[in-house]
């Protein structure tokens, strides 16, 4: 089935510095990136959207500034959180659509926890 | 505001039990519903996914739909420990579209 591969697992940095998460969809394109960040006890909250080749879209509240996305290719998207602080720590997952993208159409990676100390 | 709502329990259902989880959205131009299983610290997990109005079953797992009164819901049958989890509804509007989450009900299953 569809595989969505999410590096790192886990991270902890200092505060200020900042983190590259990277997505790669391993046996299909991903034509379409999904970025969430879950806080503990709390639903997944879609951040932004990324399209192949284009600009990505944010939700309202989410600075793009800080929250950086990339999504040059059509198997790999990144979001890197910039000059972090520790009410940045939480779980950011990716969801990856596209064809043959899952059964459902959307293939998730395995989150990485971020913590910011 | 679109909105997915889910009672975040936690609901507490003995081995062997029917686990029954409700969902209700705001829009009523949704498109597709899913059910996802999360485990503490995992990512979500698909368990069913329901187009149209009425039942799909799958195994031990009934999805219900009810576009009319914007409701779906997950019933889960011989619960067993091991389903003891949070199930997150999630809708989108059109396919291969955003997924709105529910804030997800936590379930226990006691043996």
């Known amino acids: 089935g569809a595989v969505v591969s999410q590096h790192p697992s886990w991270v902890i940095c200092k505060s200020g510095t900042s983190v590259k998460i990277e997505c790669r969809s391993l046996d299909f394109q991903a034509t379409t990136m999904f970025w969430y960040r879950q806080f503990p006890k709390q639903s997944l909250m879609l951040m932004a959207t990324s399209n192949e080749g284009s600009k990505a879209t944010y939700e309202q509240g989410v600075e793009k500034d800080k929250f950086l996305i990339n999504h040059a290719s059509l198997t790999l998207s990144t979001l890197t959180v910039t000059s972090a602080h520790p009410e940045d720590s939480s779980f950011y997952i990716c969801s990856a659509s596209g064809e043959q993208g899952g059964n459902s159409g959307y293939t998730f990676g395995s989150g990485t926890r971020l913590t910011v100390v | 505001q679109k909105e997915v709502e889910q009672n975040s329990g936690p609901l507490s259902v003995p081995e062997g039990a029917i686990a029954s989880l409700n969902c209700t959205y705001s829009?009523?131009?949704?498109?597709?519903f899913f059910w996802y299983r999360q485990y503490s610290g995992k990512s979500p997990e698909l368990i069913m996914s329901?187009?149209?109005?009425g039942d799909k079953e799958d195994g031990r797992f009934t999805a219900q739909l009810n576009k009319a009164s914007q409701y779906v819901s997950l019933l889960i049958r011989d619960s067993q420990p091991s389903d003891s989890a949070t199930y997150l509804c999630?809708?989108?509007?059109?396919?291969?579209?955003?997924?709105?989450f529910g804030q997800g009900t936590e379930l226990s299953v006691k043996p």
């Open positions: 329901i187009y149209s109005n």
């Open positions: 829009d009523r131009g949704s498109q597709s």
């Open positions: 999630a809708v989108n509007y059109n396919q291969g579209g955003k997924l709105i």
